[in-house]
């Protein structure tokens, strides 16, 4: 799921608050900004744990240990199915 800035009207002043815990991370002008200094570093790391265990997931299910080995399986595949598309 992708962010995206929260815009508000703030007594005519306008405001960009945060995703997560809705304070303004910036008045004035609306920016492109989607979380506060405190919120981003455990935002970023509950991404990076969910690609973890999907990462991890998808090796389990296609029998290979680590990333380098999983791309190769996926290349694999997808190398197949254009072939049976092509055949």
């Not at 455990?42 to 080995?69: P, S």
């Not at 190769?72 to 997808?78: A, L």
Request: with cysteine; hydrophobic share 30%; net charge negative.
């Amino acid at each position: 799921m992708e962010l995206k800035p929260i815009h508000k009207f703030n007594n005519g002043n306008g405001a960009t608050l945060c995703n997560c815990c809705r304070v303004i991370i910036s008045t004035g002008k609306p920016t492109d900004e989607v979380l506060c200094e405190q919120c981003e570093p455990f935002v970023k790391a509950y991404a990076n744990e969910q690609v973890i265990e999907e990462l991890e997931y998808w090796c389990m299910v296609f029998g290979v240990e680590g990333k380098a080995e999983l791309e190769k399986e996926f290349k694999e595949r997808i190398k197949q199915l254009k072939q049976k598309q092509d055949g």
